[in-house]
């Protein structure tokens, strides 16, 4: 379970718990390289591994101590099939400080309404021969309607997340910063994705024209199989089974959680999901909206770069990966109309720049027939509750915002099922949790959504970088998280 906590405020969400109570567990076929009289259900585990297991919780302690092989029935004579246990890399959710102290921004700090000599000018700190000098430079028009918009819901993000915070203290999800925290800011090195995987969707639209229509969905029938280029840009790729299996992807390898499907391509090559003719209940959108920094990292060369990337617990730290972004009429070009099941959730991630947010309300949302009925944010805290950002900074906030409709019909269509009640969607909730130091690893949604869609909904993730069980997955970097790099294997030895 993801959700911590439940209050009217909204959520207190356990990112990591959720990703690694997916089974991940690979059912492979080996020799037995052990006697008869030896056991098999003794485990050991080394430190990191010992940190990822108890990121599972008690209750799910013992599943990942669990014997780990049994006899094959097939004809592989003596091979036995060794279960082998993944979780996800806990170190990456050691967010144990804030990014930036308050203590940074003391300027910035909420002046009282009687103290506003300069309204709508700014200071700069400049230091000019050893000396510090400041100047006054005038808000741009965005810089105010930023502001504008913060006073509106400080409030709210304050007063609701201090109460779920609170909650987290007292049931020990949250602690206290101590010296065992501090300890766990050391950096962490990760070997790079080297499979570049925008990059193989770039060079797919090289590749022979297929007869996209007569494609089927590829199903994942090996334990590890690899996966050709061919394949992999033609059609979606689904694990049916109640198992994970790992594909090979010029030479890299990635987990497929079960009961789930994703296509691996860019915007101009969305047709094989198209291709499926299923509709979506559910639809979650994270789209690479252009900032300033995807500006500076589009006109740099992206040949050079080390080979291995530092994680750090300060995602400011972590350098990023280059990626594109689209523009407004790209964005709006994205066939909505055609995946959406009657009365679909549509859920669209917004960065807490006004003019993406107004796109979104005004001209996104109107041209897919979506009708607005919620605002959310997602508030990102670290291990012992601070915010990660001031809430006041006029940098970075420590929230961002998703904006929730549904599709519009011309007449009214009941559900599928009319037994089955949804609630109405509730305004201004919070979403609380601590980030994973990866960038735009979102967090998962599927427990918070569960009361406002029914049980049997389809669920379609647009611009993902990972994958759930249940959910269809599309985007350029689908894969990303999925990287064996980012999961810690618990291995057991006789």
């Known amino acids: 379970m993801s959700v911590v906590h439940q209050l009217s405020p909204g959520w207190l969400l356990d990112h990591l718990s959720f990703v690694n109570n997916i089974n991940y567990q690979l059912h492979q076929h080996h020799e037995p390289c052990f006697s008869k009289n030896e056991p098999t259900s003794s485990a050991h585990f080394?430190?990191?591994?010992?940190?990822?297991?108890?990121?599972?919780?008690?209750?799910?302690?013992?599943?990942?101590?669990?014997?780990?092989?049994?006899?094959?029935?097939?004809?592989?004579?003596?091979?036995?099939?060794?279960?082998?246990?993944?979780?996800?890399r806990s170190e990456l959710f050691n967010v144990t400080k804030p990014y930036i102290t308050p203590t940074v921004h003391k300027e910035c700090r909420p002046r009282n309404e009687k103290e506003d000599p300069m309204d709508?000018?700014?200071?700069?700190?400049?230091?000019?021969?050893?000396?510090?000098?400041?100047?006054?430079?005038?808000f741009n028009q965005g810089e105010l309607d930023a502001m504008e918009y913060h006073t509106k819901i400080r409030g709210l993000i304050l007063d609701g997340s201090s109460e779920l915070i609170q909650e987290g203290l007292k049931s020990g999800f949250l602690h206290p910063l101590s010296e065992k925290w501090d300890k766990c800011s050391e950096p962490i090195t990760l070997p790079i994705d080297t499979c570049n995987l925008s990059e193989l969707c770039a060079m797919a639209k090289h590749?022979?024209?297929?007869?996209?229509?007569?494609?089927?969905?590829?199903?994942?029938?090996?334990?590890?199989?690899?996966?050709?280029?061919?394949?992999?840009?033609?059609?979606?790729?689904?694990?049916?089974?109640?198992?994970?299996?790992?594909?090979?992807?010029?030479?890299?390898?990635?987990?497929?959680?079960?009961?789930?499907?994703?296509?691996?391509?860019?915007?101009?090559?969305?047709?094989?999901?198209?291709?499926?003719?299923k509709t979506y209940d559910v639809i979650v959108i994270d789209p690479p909206w252009q900032n300033k920094?995807?500006?500076?990292?589009?006109?740099?060369?992206?040949?050079?770069?080390?080979?291995?990337?530092?994680?750090?617990?300060?995602?400011?730290?972590?350098?990023?990966?280059?990626?594109?972004?689209?523009?407004?009429?790209?964005?709006?070009?994205?066939?909505?109309p055609k995946l959406a099941a009657p009365n679909c959730l549509v859920i669209t991630w917004v960065t807490n720049r006004q003019k993406h947010l107004r796109f979104v309300k005004e001209e996104l949302y109107p041209s897919w027939s979506v009708e607005i009925v919620a605002e959310w944010h997602w508030v990102k805290i670290t291990n012992s509750g601070e915010f990660v950002f001031p809430l006041d900074s006029p940098h970075k906030k420590p929230y961002e915002g998703l904006i929730l409709g549904r599709v519009r019909e011309k007449t009214a269509v009941p559900l599928r099922n009319e037994d089955v009640k949804v609630l109405p969607i509730p305004d201004h909730k919070l979403i609380v949790s601590v980030p994973c130091t990866l960038h735009s690893h979102k967090p998962p949604l599927a427990e918070v959504l569960k009361d406002y869609v029914k049980p049997d909904g389809e669920y379609l993730e647009l611009f993902a970088r990972?994958?759930?069980?249940?959910?269809?997955?599309?985007?350029?970097?689908?894969?990303?998280?999925?990287?064996?790099d980012y999961f810690v294997a618990l291995q057991s030895r006789s």
């Open 293 to 336: 920094s995807v500006k500076r990292s589009n006109s740099m060369n992206p040949n050079v770069g080390p080979e291995l990337t530092t994680f750090r617990s300060r995602p400011e730290l972590t350098p990023r990966v280059r990626y594109s972004y689209l523009s407004p009429l790209q964005i709006k070009q994205i066939p909505i």
């Open 207 to 277: 590749l022979p024209s297929l007869n996209e229509m007569e494609l089927q969905v590829l199903q994942l029938m090996d334990e590890d199989m690899s996966v050709t280029e061919q394949d992999l840009f033609s059609r979606v790729v689904e694990n049916n089974s109640s198992i994970t299996k790992m594909i090979t992807i010029m030479g890299q390898k990635y987990l497929v959680p079960p009961k789930s499907s994703f296509l691996l391509s860019d915007i101009s090559c969305m047709h094989p999901l198209l291709n499926c003719r």
């Open 46 to 88: 080394d430190p990191l591994q010992k940190d990822s297991l108890m990121s599972l919780g008690a209750s799910a302690t013992f599943s990942a101590f669990d014997s780990t092989t049994k006899p094959d029935n097939d004809a592989r004579g003596n091979c036995k099939i060794v279960i082998q246990r993944y979780v996800f």
């Open 466 to 484: 990972n994958l759930q069980p249940g959910w269809t997955s599309w985007g350029n970097e689908v894969l990303k998280f999925q990287h064996m």
């Open 120 to 138: 709508g000018v700014k200071e700069e700190n400049c230091i000019s021969i050893g000396k510090k000098r400041k100047r006054c430079v005038v």
